[in-house]
């Protein structure tokens, strides 16, 4: 079936640099994208999302790329802190219900551990 | 961004029993609801969508009988666990999404934790 997963499933990065973590997706007709951030204990929170007619959006010191042809999206974090410490999942919309309002489910990755060593 | 309260966050329960979730949205209405259920260091795995006033849609696999969803308001959806048992222990987490349409964020309950003894 359809899904959605991530290449590398820990990654620890050394604290005010950059890091980027990837995601593959099978699905193409999903249209909307979305990065959470999941803490221990919580939900996910929401990073950024990126709609399917648009290749790049950046958010504050967050950047997610979208490419469609190869059906890969990545999260950049800049300047990571020790409070970016977390599980990060990528999560797609659509491809299945057609367009129901509001009611299109979102399918989420297999999720990456990032550390950030002090 | 929106609120969505879920309470309990941590609940311990016999087995035989049900045991009931509540998901709100504070701020927004919302017209739909997802359920998803996570396994320690795994990923989420949707459960069931609900809209307001109509049955949820389960996914294949959960059984509808022990994981009843009710969404009876724009602001209130809730799962209960029928008869739990010990592998029913699990985090719980409901998401909500308002009536800007499909392609937009959907916002996430701070999850419950489900003990069966």
């Known amino acids: 079936g359809e899904s959605v997963g991530l290449h590398l499933p820990t990654l620890s990065v050394q604290e005010g640099d950059n890091s980027i973590i990837n995601c593959a997706y099978s699905?193409?007709?999903?249209?909307?994208f979305i990065w959470y951030k999941q803490e221990s204990g919580k939900g996910p929170q929401f990073i950024i999302d990126i709609r399917s007619n648009m290749d790049k959006r950046q958010g504050q010191r967050v950047t997610v790329l979208l490419n469609k042809t190869v059906k890969h999206l990545s999260l950049q974090i800049a300047a990571t802190q020790p409070g970016d410490s977390a599980v990060y999942f990528c999560a797609e919309n659509g491809g299945e219900g057609g367009s129901n309002f509001g009611n299109e489910k979102l399918t989420f990755g297999t999720g990456t551990r990032l550390t950030i060593i002090p | 961004g929106a609120v969505v309260s879920q309470h309990p966050s941590r609940v311990i329960c016999k087995s035989g029993t049900s045991v009931k979730i509540e998901c709100r949205s504070l701020?927004?209405?919302?017209?739909?609801m997802f359920w998803y259920r996570q396994f320690p260091k795994k990923s989420l795995m949707l459960m069931a969508t609900?809209?307001?006033?109509?049955?949820?849609?389960?996914e294949q696999g959960v059984e509808k009988d022990k994981f009843l969803i009710n969404h009876a308001s724009l602001t209130l959806s809730t799962l209960t666990v029928t008869s739990a048992h010990p592998e029913d222990s699990s985090f719980y987490i409901c998401?909500?999404?308002?009536?800007?349409?499909?392609?937009?964020?959907?916002?996430f309950g701070q999850g419950t934790r489900l003990t069966v003894v």
């Open positions: 609900s809209n307001e006033g109509s049955k949820a849609t389960y």
């Open positions: 998401s909500a999404r308002g009536r800007q349409g499909p392609n937009t964020e959907a916002f």
């Open positions: 701020d927004f209405q919302a017209t739909t």
């Open positions: 699905n193409s007709a999903s249209d909307y």
